[in-house]
């Protein structure tokens, strides 16, 4: 099997390295409460259905699916930039160990200029969501939560993301820069 040369994901390096990843993993972690929560709450509902199906007076949770929808779309944003700081979105390291160290640099690169695009365009579109919901007033049809608060929740992993993509890909310049070419 031969040898990749795509650099290991590891503690990043230098003070803005270490305050970009201190940043990521905060968001991860509230990432992880918005699934705990997700995952209580479903509990809650379920039982609560049973013990309505046994006579025992209690019920769902109102809202529950409301709420479940709110919180997997800021926790799908939350874990965002934690995954892209840690090489963790996919990549096809089929042609890698002919590319060489450099070759392998450079494809980083392009996929993290291709990466910071695209965080570009989530983020202007979630702004042009949030300002939508924001003059329709539209609310959720039980809890009547303002359907703009997800939205704005989720700006924060967006906002996160794309700066996680710029430092990627001043992380990806430098290595392209200081990567050393293959000797034949």
Do not use: K
């Not at 509230?30 to 013990?51: D, K, P, Y």
């Not at 006579?55 to 930039?81: K, Q």
């Amino acid at each position: 099997m031969s040898e990749t040369f795509r650099p290991e994901p590891g503690p990043e390096a230098g003070p803005l390295g270490a305050v970009v990843e201190r940043a990521a993993r905060l968001l991860a972690y509230a990432g992880g409460i918005c699934l705990v929560f997700i995952v209580v709450l479903t509990c809650a509902s379920i039982i609560g259905r049973a013990m309505l199906t046994l006579g025992l007076g209690l019920g769902p949770v109102p809202g529950d699916f409301e709420l479940v929808e709110i919180a997997a779309g800021v926790g799908v944003f939350l874990f965002l930039p934690l995954c892209q700081l840690r090489r963790g979105h996919v990549t096809v390291d089929i042609l890698s160990a002919w590319f060489g160290r450099r070759g392998v640099a450079v494809s980083d690169l392009v996929g993290n200029l291709l990466m910071s695009i695209a965080a570009c365009v989530i983020l202007w579109r979630l702004v042009a969501g949030l300002q939508d919901r924001l003059r329709s007033g539209e609310e959720s049809f039980i809890l009547g939560i303002p359907a703009w608060v997800g939205y704005a929740l989720s700006l924060v992993g967006a906002v996160s993301f794309l700066l996680v993509c710029l430092y990627t890909l001043y992380r990806s310049w430098v290595e392209t820069t200081s990567a050393t070419p293959d000797l034949a």
